[in-house]
């Protein structure tokens, strides 16, 4: 796909994709199964209530992990809520290492977990009795306000990758200028800004590897959590399903209170309110990205609004976007976690950004 002439901004530093990565494949695939680093302190697990028991109905928790600075700073310390793909989760290899960068930056991290993610130690599926989807930005929203209420924080800031970005700019639309003063700063990577094109091009026959992996484990999941709530999931619905999109249609849809796939595609989607968005955001997306799809009409709307910068580079896959790595000036080759790295300081108030300027300066982003 071409990459349209956008102006590129000159306080971001530009992509050179790594050599032999220069196709967006290539790009998704190796940034999927590289083998990153993890230096974070142990996190402390935090179950959130996001939606409450409704007649028989359990009360809705997600699971997060969390990792704190020091109880003195915490507050003034800019805290980045990190939010994963479809079928991903706050161990994916995205979100830990933009945790590793923002925690070396002296930064409060919040992986967040969806609805139903987050693997068997906590069992998150018996956590909620309703599946996840692209609409439920509600949770960022409750999350984000547990912790601001609870620590007293200063500085929030949303990161969101693939189907996680989608929600992070969902909120910061529907919230418009009534966001909180404390959200500083929103960052989507890769983000399913306009569900039905890009469902529709994973059933491309160049996509369906991903495809297949994608429906794989909603599959599995689906049959997990009807297993965990036999009275309201019918495992015999998902037999014969063969795309995302027909699994949308047939479950996501059913038991998310969608009339049906392009329903759900139309009122998920953030497409609808990125014009009332109005804090600053970042879009980063690669022309070359295999699936995700931007429509003519959405590029006018963040073309018009002055709150978004859009980076749109020719190359960098999906959630990859991998550079050759300058071990010497401490940059590891991932651009898009740096670039964001260096959104989010740039727009954390007052003494917070003061005091970590030393510390960005000895992690270069550039």
Known sequence: MSCPSNPWPSEFPPFHPRRWLTNGHLQTIAGNFLPRPNHLPPPVAELIEVSPAQGTQIASRVLCECHWQPAAVRAERPTVLILHGLEGSSNSQYVIGNANKFWNAGCNIIRMNMRNCGGRKYETAKLTPTLYHSGLSKDVKRVMEFFLEREHLQSVSLIGYSMGGNLVLKLAGELGSDAPPQLTSVVGVSPVIDLAPSVDALHAPQNRIYERKFLRALLKRFRRKAAFFPRAFDPHIAVGI????????????????????????????????????????????????????????????????????????????????????????????????????????????????????????TNPVS
């Open 242 to 361: 063969s795309s995302v999109r027909e699994f949308d249609n047939r479950i996501t849809a059913l038991y998310s209170g969608f009339q049906s796939a392009d329903d759900y595609y139309d009122r998920a989607a953030s497409a609808r309110v990125l014009d009332r968005i109005a804090v600053p955001t970042l879009l980063i997306h690669a022309c070359d990205d295999p699936f995700i799809r931007f429509l003519p009409e959405t590029r006018a709307l963040i073309e018009a609004n002055p709150h978004i910068t859009l980076l749109e580079t020719e190359h960098g896959g999906h959630c990859a976007f991998l550079a050759t790595p300058e071990p010497a000036n401490g940059n590891d080759g991932y651009w898009a976690e740096h670039t964001a790295l260096r959104f989010v300081l740039s727009h954390a108030p007052g003494t917070p950004h003061d005091a970590l300027s030393h510390s960005c300066a």
